[in-house]
């Protein structure tokens, strides 16, 4: 009971936060990009249990995910990473201005 107590003050709170605007800014000034490649990865799916519950035959998913692109904005007192296009992390070095024009000395 503690437990489902707990658990759903932290995801109350959680959503709170999202709701707040606690995240990347949608433009600012780069400070760090980053990129990673997409990749192949190895999942199991159960197809059978045992009568206590437990797993006893597995059948192997192959997954991908896709290569993603990230930068890392400081707009005031807001700062966070946020993905973006190949193009969109193409068209910036670090240093640069994100976005819409504006007020870009607010960093």
């Keep these: ?12 709170f959680a ?9 990347a800014p949608s433009e600012g000034k780069v400070h760090d990009k980053s990129y990673s490649e997409g990749y192949y990865y190895t999942t199991n799916i159960c197809a059978a ?8 035959v597995n059948i192997p998913q192959q997954n991908y995910s896709p290569p993603s ?3 890392d904005l400081y707009n005031g007192d807001k ?3 946020k993905g ?3 193009q969109e992390y193409n ?4 240093g640069d ?11």
């Design 15 to 23: 959503i709170a936060l999202t709701l707040a605007g606690c995240g």
């Design 1 to 12: 009971m503690k437990i489902k107590l707990i658990a759903s003050v932290v995801g109350a």
């Design 79 to 81: 700062h966070g990473w």
């Design 69 to 71: 692109w990230s930068l």
């Design 84 to 86: 973006v296009t190949e």
């Design 91 to 94: 068209s910036v070095k670090v």
């Design 49 to 56: 249990y045992d009568k206590n519950g437990f797993c006893t």
């Design 97 to 107: 201005w994100y976005g819409t024009e504006g007020d870009e000395n607010n960093f």
